[in-house]
């Protein structure tokens, strides 16, 4: 894994051996918008069958596009966003988790906006970002000028939550879904006379099973003509949500595709559509076996549209292609040689966009989640356990081929390959800091994901993403992290917290061993929690509650590996609720 041993040091750009790319002031270079939704499974759509739902600005954006039928991503959500960025194997980058700091892509990767950017354009993401969250990890550190949403893996409240804006924690204005896709519209607005690179990676639909009463009511008591065939109980409820919430993500797809057309940039702008995982519940999804968390099929299968109008002939494409494929193929059609220093795991695949050609029938796509490998070819896939299937005949994956041992041991071989060549280089622990304290950006977020407690502090979920600390009864307990600070500096102390009115003037300081800071609290705020009113169905992530931002003053914070330690004092009972400690270098 790369590390973070002094940031101005890190290889962010390798791949400029020439500088930024000279863009051709005669030929303007075509626009590119990347949607990418959340634990969509190839099944959530009408277009592929789907008789539960109706998406028609999907399903047309598909019939104006080549629709690659065969189209492979990762298991789950940080490692596609990992390989989709680069067009290497997320074990390559550092990515082994969803949370914790796992999820956090190497600071010598270069990205997919690392190279639109040195190219000229404008850049923006909007959404989740589930890549890292402390600069140089943070999207403005990775290409993207523009950065609006939540860097977690997932969030507990879609109703007008605590988001953040390149940085500064900001709220958000509605579903947020609907509000990505506002911004995304803006900046299509703004940007409409220069080349621009929009990525908007939706966040549904992802539990919470949120969704607005405009699309639930449909589904409320629908009963559904397709439902899952397997031997895994389906949760209808969870299904008609999340039915609900693709619909909404096709209402916004309609919303992207009509501003296209209104700024009269359609010739000259890629649209692509993709999902990163199979679904996230039993149900219908074609007859395949597996969802999101598996290497089989309907784990990794996802709809892939490319639209590009008069370039790209809409037609259906069977070979297999991958997630990794995407960096190598949009840079080819734009135009932009960047020079690669790093071995891609992707191949371009615009020859077969633009020129019709057919690919290698010799490809394999390997899929690979924390120690589970399944590896495809054109018609055969080899799961985890060393069954190979016909793919084409039986997508299910329930009759073993037995009599094919030449393609069986050459699928064998590759997964072989792969163990030694990719997945060795995960180390077996992660080394990297948590970093704060970049010298080129104001803000450092330092949450309660990325936080330790001690004591009786108590975290609000076992799924640490969105979660925050309760239950501080004593003051001997702390919460902390230990973090590599790039560069030394003064640094405003801002705390989210809650507190009852029975504890005003209860006190936090955040010291590091050499420096402290202490202030009272003496506002209370003791909101209830939020979110249950809203699902459509019982969530396993954390509630989450409406904290509030109080300051604790200025520190000065030295270079160089050190404990952050957040303490409290004067608790009369359960003290504060702690999500998030804020610093903003003055």
């Given at each position: ?223 559904l003509p397709k439902t899952y065939a ?253 973090v590599e600070l790039l560069s030394p ?81 004067d608790i009369i009972e359960n003290g ?11």
């Open positions: 894994m790369g590390n973070c041993a002094g940031c101005l040091s890190l290889a962010i750009f390798l791949f400029l051996s020439c500088g930024p790319q000279e863009v051709d002031k005669d030929v303007r270079p075509p626009n590119v918008i990347l949607i990418m939704t959340d634990d969509q499974g190839w099944g959530d759509l009408s277009y592929n069958g789907n008789t539960n739902l109706n998406t028609p600005n999907i399903d047309k954006l598909a019939s104006e596009s080549a629709d690659f039928d065969r189209f492979y991503v990762c298991p789950v959500c940080s490692p596609t966003r990992a390989e989709l960025l680069t067009g290497r194997y997320h074990t390559r980058g550092g990515v082994y988790s969803t949370s914790a700091g796992g999820e956090r892509l190497d600071l010598d990767e270069t990205t997919m906006a690392d190279v639109f950017k040195a190219a000229g354009y404008h850049t923006a993401a909007y959404g989740k970002w589930h890549n890292g969250m402390q600069p140089p990890y943070h999207p403005n550190a990775r290409g993207f000028d523009d950065f609006y949403g939540f860097c977690s893996g997932h969030w507990g409240h879609y109703f007008s939550p605590m988001l953040e804006h390149n940085g500064e924690i900001t709220k958000g204005d509605g579903f947020l879904v609907d509000d990505f896709t506002t911004h995304g519209l803006d900046f299509m607005e703004e940007h409409r006379e220069d080349p621009f690179f929009l990525y908007l990676p939706y966040n549904t639909p992802h539990s919470p099973m949120q969704v607005p009463d405009r699309w639930w009511t449909k589904f409320a008591d629908q009963e397997g031997e895994e109980a389906e949760n209808i409820q969870h299904t008609r949500a999340a039915l609900a919430m693709c619909e909404n993500v096709d209402w916004n797809v309609g919303r992207i595709l009509d501003k296209v057309e209104e700024l009269d940039i359609t010739r000259n702008t890629i649209i692509i559509y993709l999902s990163d995982n199979g679904p996230n519940g039993w149900r219908w999804n074609g007859g395949m076996r597996g969802r999101k968390g598996s290497t089989d099929e309907g784990g990794v299968r996802s709809p892939l549209f490319i639209k590009w109008t008069d370039k790209i002939k809409p037609r259906k494409i069977n070979q297999i292609s991958s997630v990794l494929d995407l960096l190598p193929t949009l840079t080819e059609m734009a135009g932009i040689s960047p020079g690669f220093e790093r071995k891609l795991d992707g191949m371009s695949l615009a020859s077969t966009l633009l020129e019709g050609r057919d690919g290698s029938d010799q490809r394999v796509i390997i899929n690979y989640w924390r120690g589970k490998t399944s590896v495809r070819n054109q018609t055969y896939r080899l799961d985890n356990a060393g069954r190979l299937y016909n793919m084409d005949s039986d997508p299910g994956q329930e009759t073993e081929v037995l009599d094919q041992p030449e393609i069986k041991n050459d699928l064998m071989e590759r997964r072989s390959e792969f163990a030694r060549d990719v997945v060795s280089e995960l180390p077996e622990i992660d080394s990297r800091p948590f970093t704060a304290g970049h010298p080129d950006f104001e803000w450092t977020q330092l949450p309660a994901r990325d936080a330790t407690a001690t004591g009786q502090i108590q975290r609000s979920n076992r799924y640490p993403n969105d979660s925050y600390f309760k239950n501080w009864i004593d003051a001997d307990d702390s919460i902390y992290w230990d500096g003064n640094f405003e102390v801002i705390v989210y917290y809650t507190l009852s009115q029975k504890n005003i003037g209860c006190s936090l300081s955040l010291t590091n061993g050499v420096s402290s800071i202490r202030a009272p609290i003496n506002t209370p705020h003791d909101p209830p929690e939020v979110g249950a009113k809203e699902d459509r169905d019982l969530r396993q992530e954390s509630y989450v509650k409406d904290f509030k931002p109080t300051s604790l003053g200025t520190i000065h914070l030295h270079d160089g590996a050190q404990r952050l330690r957040l303490l409290t004092s504060i609720d702690f999500r998030l400690l804020v610093l903003r270098r003055i």
